[in-house]
């Protein structure tokens, strides 16, 4: 049982971390990306939907229904803000920042749902966020320095959000399949973004082909095998959990980077990395 959650979920967490990567080389506006990303991932969803006649929508009540949009409204803030901020500052810095969601994940079920955290998750936990703060507050040199302090607040920002967004999916998949799930999140959280480029007047035609095949590769790597795959483990571990095992995305989009573009980690960094890889591991075995 443990092999087929977690296998999954492990390649699901190198398909999330090649994201920021493939935004950093994508020559299009954040929002536009961010826009892209969802409405090509749940165009996919609701084509495989009307290919096998699956009325998704069926058997939903009302709370589903609107915790399922809720969970698209934050998946649309934490999206435009964390693409926003990868385009200010550099990627371990934002994708460090961005993963700090666990620990406002750990604080709303503590203290908004009463829920009782396993010691054994939260020894493991703070192991993990010692490991981002150490990458945090040491972190390289800064490739647009000028706007790393907006980034930084950005990148935040999308971590708020995404705790939301993995608090809604917990309740809304003890009850729902994942695919009915996903489709109806990510197609609201695709609207919402889509006219607020609109609204904004944000480019969203006329890129190079080079950029259309990015933008495929983006909502189709990272976000319709990624995060759906979470989105699945949702139903068979905890949020907290969840949230945890996402603090190994900084690790390997840290090192994506060292090797496409050229940012070097600093000692430090890599032994934050490796707190993080071993606060992961110990809250895998917490739930075992």
Known sequence: MM??????????????SSAAILIRICDAPALSIAAYRILIASAALLIWNASRKNKFWQGLNREDLWLSLLSGFFLAVHFSAWISSLKLTSVTKSTVLVAT????????SRFIFKKKLKPGLLFSFLIAFSGILLMTWFSAAEVYSQDSKLGDLLALIGAWAAAGYILCGRVV???????????????????????????????????????????LLIALVPQLIGHSTFNWALK??????????????????????????QESPTSLQIGGSLLVVGGVAGAIWSEK
């Open 3 to 16: 092999i087929r959650i977690y296998l999954p979920v492990t390649f699901a967490l190198l398909a999330v």
């Open 101 to 108: 969601s666990p620990f406002w994940v750990a604080l709303a």
């Open 173 to 215: 998949r003890k009850k729902v399949s994942t695919l009915a799930y996903i489709t109806i999140a990510y197609s609201f959280c695709g609207i919402l973004l889509f006219l607020s480029a609109i609204v904004l007047a944000v480019q969203m035609w006329d890129f190079p082909p080079a950029v259309y095949a990015l933008l």
């Open 236 to 261: 068979y571990l905890s949020a907290p959990l969840v949230s945890t095992l996402l603090l190994g995305e900084p690790v390997f989009a840290s090192a994506l980077a060292f090797f496409f573009l």
